[in-house]
């Protein structure tokens, strides 16, 4: 590799550790569409989460009562009450397809912009369902504490002042939510 091929090279690798540093994870618009992922997938997220409570949020780009729970997310997400992450997985692939639903659910993030942690589920209903114990409507929500270990489930919108006084509610052991990410 001459001088020039090493340069360009790690302006790409930069340019990539910068795009990767601003992706989805981080709630800025992401480059390019949600990254697919499967149950296994989502359950490792979750799991590198931990030290902060996090609210698992099911949706599609088609329901409309996920579409008005966004804003609401988004808020909640950006001021982190209690160090709260919030997870949006799209299951717009049960009705567009697993090539089709990324580009689907991009489009409509480009259009509505909510900045949160954005995924899109690929694979079947049941190993979803199975894996979160899924009842088949949505939008449904898990909220996590920082332990992970489940807190509450949400059918419907998951309200904010909801999701702000579970945060703030003593666990088992007397402390809150967001207490157990102090330890």
């Not at 930069?14 to 994870?25: I, N, R, T, V």
């Not at 149950?39 to 780009?61: D, K, N, Y």
């Not at 992450?85 to 909510?114: C, I, K, M, Q, Y």
């Not at 309200?159 to 967001?178: F, K, N, V, W």
Request: with cysteine; hydrophobic share 45%.
């Amino acid at each position: 590799m001459n001088g020039d091929t090493r340069k360009f090279s790690a302006a790409l690798l930069l340019l990539a550790a910068l795009g990767s540093a601003a992706g989805c994870g981080s709630g800025a618009p992401a480059s390019q569409p949600p990254a697919r992922v499967d149950a296994r997938q989502i359950q490792a997220h979750l799991a590198a989460e931990r030290g902060h409570p996090v609210l698992l949020s099911f949706w599609a780009t088609w329901c409309r009562p996920c579409v008005e729970e966004m804003p609401a997310l988004t808020r909640l997400h950006r001021e982190r009450p209690g160090g709260l992450r919030v997870v949006a997985v799209s299951l717009d692939a049960f009705l567009a397809g697993d090539d089709d639903a990324p580009r689907v659910v991009d489009e409509f993030l480009r259009a509505t912009p909510a900045a949160l942690d954005h995924l899109v589920y690929s694979g079947s209903q049941d190993a979803l369902f199975g894996a979160f114990e899924l009842p088949g409507i949505i939008p449904y929500a898990i909220l996590f504490d920082a332990a992970g270990v489940e807190i509450h489930r949400f059918e419907g919108i998951a309200t904010e002042s909801e999701i702000r006084a579970l945060l703030q509610a003593p666990s088992g052991d007397g402390r809150s939510a967001s207490d157990t990410e102090k330890l």
